[in-house]
Every structure is written in structure tokens, then in C-alpha cells.
């Protein structure tokens, strides 16, 4: 048997969604409302398009941190993919805090409202540790313990019209803004969670078996029509034949299966295409996602002082500069974090060595 193929789909899957979070914040944040006419059909086309970035992101978050910790040859607690996962949360929650932190309110003796709801990178560091909790009390299951993360999925999926409108006003805000948008969190653990959970289940599926990579993404894009198409007639189909209204809800707002099945359609083009994948920067971009958006936060909403591009331009722009600005956008954030990664360790190199001559 031959050696199972390098996964480049992998890293550029990650590469293609960070780069669609930052032109969608890009856009959406300095687009002139007068342009944004559902009925035109470029701009219907790009808010399509947004809509499946963050599902892309939680799904191949979880996919390749279950992929991680499955691939270690020590499993369960002993793993030390568990140690890197809680040091990655934590790594998270800071940077998370950090960059919607404004120091001049700070110095005021007051903490801006941003501040106190979650966004993107809590609600990825959290999903880590709830996968890592998962994982090690499960691990006795071994491949079978992926059933788990999928009934949490599932469970988290079909419970949406539950909890969408929840509001905690007993909590604490602090708290509250993880667990439903009627808190005024940017992002929540659910549903977002789901989707982490179901990138967990395809880890544990995939893991065993990468060497008919043309079988998965034909799998995946099967799965994916699947789903865009047949997920809410069955819902209404389970309604029938169980009672439970629930699953009726879900159909009528059918939003998260489909977006899975979006997701698994770019799952199984980006596989399909694999070793065309090998050549370019995916790799390198791929590895630096939490760098390329720590840079585009700073750039566009002008973290920690506010002094960002948003501030001056916020929907100001028409469509074509939107665009051209998005494009540039991108290049400068990528630019900026692998020209960091290329030169900052020829000058530690350099440092030492004055160091050593002195």
C-alpha cells in the first residue's frame, strides 16, 4: 500500500476562509447602503457567498483539531495535543478580549460595550475545549466516539428555534453573550458549536481512510446537494411521522443544514482539486489565520485605539471601490503577517549575534 496523499485541501481551505472573512468584513463595513439591493444580482451573489464563510471556518476548525489530536500515537488525557488545545483557548480568549478593547475609554475608567460580547475568536476557543472535553472522556470509544460529536451537532442544530431567542437578563452580560444572539454576542457558542462539532465527526471518519481522496469529495459533494436540497422536506417528513413540531421550526428556517450542505460542497471541490493545491501560498496562508485576522482587526476597525479604517470610511464606498478595496485589503493583511513570519527570525538571528559579539 502506498503512502496516503498529502492533504493540501486542507490549508486552503483554511486559506480560502480567512480570506473570505476579511473581504466580507471589508465590504460589508464600508459599503454604501444605497448598494446593497438584494434584487441586484452580483451583490445577491456576494451575500450568498458571505453567509457560508463562518460555517466554513467553525467546520474546518474542528475538522482539523480532531484530525490532530486523532493522528498523535498517544490518545486520550495523555495526548499533547490536549495541553496545545487549552493553551491554543486560552491564546484565543486573549486576543478575542484584546482587539475589541478601547484603551482611551479604559484610561476614562470605562469599558466599552464591544468589549463585553464575544466574537469570533472566543467562540473558536471555547469550541476547543469543549472538543477536547469530548474527546477525552469519549476516547474509549475510539472511532466510534465521532457518533458523539455528531448527536451534539445534530442536537444543537435541531434545537436552534429553542434558544435563538433566549435572553438571559439574570446573567451576567459578561456570560450571557456566549449562549444566544437575543444577548447581543457577535458570535455564540450555539449554533456555532454545531458546526464545530460536525468537523470533529468528519475527523473521525476521515482519519482512518485518506487515501481515496476522490471518494470523499464526491462523498462530500453528494452530501452537500443533499442537504441544500432534500434537508427541509425531510424535516417536515420526520415532523410527520414523529409529532414533534420542533423539526417542522427548523424546516421553515432551514439556514443551518443548508449552509452544512454549502460547506460540503467547497469540501468536496477543494478535495477534488487536491494536488492542484500543492503549488502557492495555501500552505503557508492556511497556518496563519489567527495572525492574518489579529492584522485585519487592527487595520479595519483600528483595535485598542479605534483609529481604523471603518472610522473614516464606514459605508461611504459604491460597489466597485467596495470590491477594488477588498482586494487590496487582503494582499496588505497577508502581505504583512508573512513578511513578519519570513523576516522575523533572520532578525532574532541577527540580534543574537550582536548579542554574542557584545
Not at 500515537?73 to 496545545?84: A, F, I, L, Y
Not at 469529495?217 to 425531510?234: E, R
Not at 420526520?238 to 409529532?243: D, I
Given at each position: 500500500m502506498g503512502n496516503p496523499p498529502r492533504l493540501y485541501f486542507i490549508d486552503a481551505l483554511r486559506a480560502f476562509a480567512i480570506l473570505m472573512m476579511l473581504q466580507g468584513h471589508f465590504i460589508s463595513g464600508l459599503l454604501d447602503p444605497v448598494f446593497t439591493n438584494p434584487d441586484n444580482p452580483i451583490y445577491s451573489f456576494?451575500?450568498?457567498?458571505?453567509?457560508?464563510?463562518?460555517?466554513?471556518?467553525?467546520?474546518?476548525?474542528?475538522?482539523?483539531?480532531?484530525?490532530?489530536?486523532?493522528?498523535?500515537?498517544?490518545?486520550?488525557?495523555?495526548?499533547?495535543?490536549?495541553?496545545?488545545?487549552?493553551?491554543?483557548t486560552l491564546e484565543l480568549l486573549f486576543w478575542g478580549y484584546l482587539l475589541r478593547l478601547n484603551?482611551?475609554?479604559?484610561?476614562?475608567?470605562?469599558?466599552n460595550n464591544s468589549f463585553i460580547y464575544p466574537d469570533v475568536l472566543q467562540i473558536i476557543g471555547l469550541s476547543l475545549s469543549f472538543i477536547i472535553l469530548l474527546y477525552g472522556f469519549f476516547s474509549f470509544l475510539r472511532r466510534w466516539a465521532g457518533l458523539v460529536f455528531l448527536l451534539v451537532g445534530l442536537v444543537i442544530f435541531i434545537c436552534q428555534p429553542l434558544y435563538v431567542d433566549l435572553v438571559l437578563d439574570d446573567w451576567p452580560r459578561?456570560?450571557?453573550?456566549?449562549?444566544?444572539?437575543?444577548?447581543?454576542?457577535?458570535?455564540?457558542?450555539?449554533?456555532?458549536?454545531?458546526?464545530?462539532?460536525?468537523?470533529?465527526?468528519?475527523?473521525?471518519?476521515?482519519?482512518?481512510?485518506?487515501?481515496?481522496?476522490?471518494?470523499?469529495?464526491?462523498?462530500?459533494?453528494?452530501?452537500?446537494?443533499?442537504?441544500?436540497?432534500?434537508?427541509?422536506?425531510?424535516?417536515?417528513?420526520?415532523?410527520?411521522?414523529?409529532?414533534?413540531?420542533?423539526?417542522?421550526?427548523?424546516?421553515?428556517?432551514?439556514?443551518?443544514?443548508?449552509?452544512?450542505?454549502?460547506?460540503?460542497?467547497?469540501?468536496?471541490?477543494?478535495?477534488?482539486a487536491n494536488e492542484y493545491l500543492k503549488k502557492g501560498l495555501w500552505t503557508t496562508i492556511g497556518s496563519k489565520t489567527l495572525e492574518i485576522y489579529i492584522v485585519h482587526y487592527f487595520i479595519l476597525y483600528g483595535s485598542l485605539f479605534g483609529l481604523g479604517i471603518y472610522k473614516f470610511y464606514k459605508y461611504s464606498w459604491t460597489f466597485p471601490q467596495a470590491i477594488l478595496g477588498a482586494i487590496a485589503f487582503m494582499v496588505v493583511c497577508t502581505a504583512l503577517v508573512l513578511a513578519d513570519g519570513h523576516y522575523r527570525p533572520k532578525l532574532r538571528t541577527f540580534l543574537n549575534e550582536i548579542r554574542a559579539k557584545g
Open positions: 456576494w451575500l450568498y457567498c458571505r453567509g457560508f464563510t463562518a460555517p466554513v471556518f467553525f467546520t474546518i476548525t474542528g475538522w482539523v483539531f480532531t484530525f490532530l489530536l486523532l493522528r498523535n500515537s498517544e490518545q486520550g488525557w495523555k495526548n499533547p495535543r490536549v495541553k496545545k488545545g487549552l493553551k491554543r484603551l482611551p475609554m479604559l484610561f476614562n475608567g470605562k469599558i459578561f456570560i450571557a453573550g456566549y449562549f444566544s444572539k437575543a444577548n447581543k454576542g457577535v458570535f455564540y457558542l450555539f449554533p456555532w458549536l454545531g458546526y464545530v462539532c460536525m468537523g470533529s465527526c468528519i475527523a473521525y471518519l476521515f482519519n482512518p481512510h485518506t487515501e481515496q481522496l476522490w471518494m470523499w469529495g464526491v462523498g462530500f459533494l453528494a452530501m452537500g446537494y443533499w442537504l441544500v436540497f432534500n434537508s427541509s422536506p425531510f424535516l417536515i417528513d420526520l415532523e410527520f411521522f414523529t409529532g414533534i413540531e420542533l423539526f417542522r421550526q427548523v424546516a421553515y428556517n432551514n439556514f443551518l443544514f443548508i449552509r452544512l450542505g454549502d460547506v460540503f460542497f467547497l469540501f468536496g471541490g477543494f478535495i477534488l
